[in-house]
């Protein structure tokens, strides 16, 4: 980095913006990725240089950033570039609750807020708790969390956590536990076999269609398709791994178990 903390921030994926506006630093973002779009005013305030798995380059070098935030093996590509071209880079890759937990306050420290990180990190995990709290004694419905349709990509390790908050079982705990989307691929007779009670659906980048899922052969036997209850979990609230999983989309779980 050229200066610490870092004065000039591209962020590459939603939860580092998200977290960096609830740190009170969100001045110090002079580039975010496509798909940021919380707080709803970061579309107007900050110019869009990237997708998920690509990015312009040229437009990020311009900005002179002192730090580049990206997320996962699948931005490697990216973030070899911005290395070879002199940026310095953080690549994050958390997949469970401790993992974003450890990102805010990881984040939170690079940019002098390790104080008030701390303070949002005991906030989240206080509120997790009295949600918990709140489903303890109820019947716990089996969850099938599909994350993609074409292959059928069952949920993520935060994901599948966050259903147990809200009162529900994964039915895949074995898959969940894999943090690369191509070994949670499931196969529709195992779900099947598995007979969930509830379907929640987010697929990442486009809209959901419940009847495309009930239609597909030999679902009709599964009780969430047979009592209708196969519900859409919108992608921004859900599928990135930081501040809106925490609250917006573990509220919409919570919702659709209820």
């Keep these: 980095m050229k200066t610490f903390p870092p004065e000039r921030i591209v962020c590459l994926t939603e939860e580092t913006v998200e977290t960096l506006y609830l740190l009170g630093e969100e001045h110090r973002i002079v580039g975010v990725s496509g798909y940021a779009v919380r707080p ?3 579309r107007r305030e900050k110019p869009r240089v990237s997708a998920f798995t690509s990015a312009d380059i040229p437009k990020i070098l311009a900005l002179e950033p002192d730090l580049v935030l990206t997320f996962s ?8 570039d911005l290395i070879r071209a002199g940026i310095a880079v953080f690549a994050y890759n958390q997949r469970n609750l ?6 805010i306050r990881h984040l939170g420290a690079t940019v ?4 008030r990180a701390a303070r949002l990190v005991d906030h989240y995990e206080q509120r997790l708790a009295r949600i918990a709290a709140r489903r303890e004694g109820r019947a716990r419905p089996l969850v099938y969390f599909e994350e993609w349709d074409e292959p059928m990509i069952s949920g993520i ?13 994964e039915a895949f705990p074995d898959l969940a536990a894999q943090g690369a989307a191509r070994d949670r691929i499931v196969s529709s007779e195992r779900v099947i076999a598995a007979a969930p009670d509830v379907i929640l659906a987010s697929w990442c980048g486009k809209k959901v269609r419940p009847e495309k899922i009930a239609s597909r052969p030999g679902w009709e036997s599964i009780p969430a398709v047979r009592d209708g209850r196969i519900v859409e979990i919108k992608s921004p609230l859900v599928l990135q791994p930081g501040p ?11 919702a659709a178990l209820s």
Excluded: P
């Design 98 to 103: 401790a993992g974003i937990f450890a990102m």
């Design 112 to 115: 002098g807020q390790g104080r």
């Design 157 to 169: 390790s935060w994901v599948s956590e966050l259903i147990g908050i809200a009162g529900g079982r």
């Design 244 to 254: 809106a999983a925490l609250t917006d989309g573990l509220d919409a779980i919570v």
């Design 40 to 42: 709803s005013r970061v």
């Design 73 to 80: 093996d699948l931005q490697a590509e990216i973030a070899k």
